[in-house]
């Protein structure tokens, strides 16, 4: 029943934070719109199996990250500087000529693609931490093996779920205003630039 139940609590949570647009899924979408929706399904796939990992090391690092509150400071102001690198190159994409030609569909790069991505992605880490301390029934109790497991799985399935459905969603979007996809860059710039405005805000109040 412990079970069941740390998986359903961490499936929604995980579910619920990637409903905001962010990094990942709005790459996934970018992907749908620049490739095909089996790319941006095998980027979602690559994506989510990061979060797995992800998830993993947020409950394993949770106690040190705690006790030492400056390598949560690291993890952000790594990810800052992620961030302004990927926003100078979405203006960068997005100054570009258009091509009309869709890009050819390669399946294999799509999920890298898709790790790569969730992977510079340092944000969901410190999610994890706080997520899998909130749940634990007594600050000094570690998780087991199973309940390690079970609480990733569960990160990883929602954060699918959710990607699934960007994906499902914006499909149908394209189908109706298909010059969408000629934006998609400067959307991710934009995006971008309120991800590092929100970051430097919480590195100014740590």
Same mark, same amino acid.
């Given at each position: ?11 929604? =949570?995980?579910? @619920?934070?990637?409903? %905001? %647009?962010?990094? #990942? ?15 941006? +399904? ?28 400056? @390598? ?10 992620? +961030? ?15 091509? #009309? ?15 790569? =991505? ?5 944000? %969901?880490?410190?999610?994890?931490? #706080? ?9 000094? =109790? ?28 914006? @499909? ?5 205003? %298909? ?13 971008? +630039?309120?991800?590092?405005? #929100? ?8």
């Amino acid at each position: 029943m412990e079970t069941l139940q740390l998986f359903s609590i961490t499936f929604a =949570v995980a579910f @619920a934070g990637v409903f %905001p %647009p962010g990094i #990942v899924n709005m790459s996934v979408v970018k992907m749908s719109f620049e490739r095909s929706p089996k790319d941006g +399904l095998f980027m979602a796939i690559g994506a989510s199996l990061t979060v797995f990992f992800q998830a993993m090391l947020g409950v394993i690092f949770a106690r040190y990250i705690f006790r030492h509150p400056e @390598a949560e400071g690291m993890l952000l102001r790594t990810g800052l500087i992620v +961030l302004g690198i990927l926003f100078i190159y979405f203006i960068i994409q997005g100054n570009k000529k258009k091509n #009309v030609k869709k890009i050819k569909s390669v399946s294999g790069w799509s999920f890298l693609k898709g790790l790569g =991505v969730s992977a510079i992605n340092v944000f %969901p880490i410190p999610f994890f931490i #706080v997520i899998s301390t909130l749940l634990k029934k007594s600050p000094e =109790v570690e998780y087991s093996l199973n309940s390690i497991f079970t609480f990733s799985l569960a990160a990883s399935l929602g954060t699918f779920l959710m990607l699934y459905l960007y994906l499902i969603s914006f @499909a149908k979007l394209d189908q109706k205003k %298909p010059h969408l996809k000629y934006y998609s860059n400067y959307v991710m710039a934009c995006l971008m +630039l309120i991800l590092i405005l #929100v970051t430097t805000i919480r590195i100014y109040y740590e």
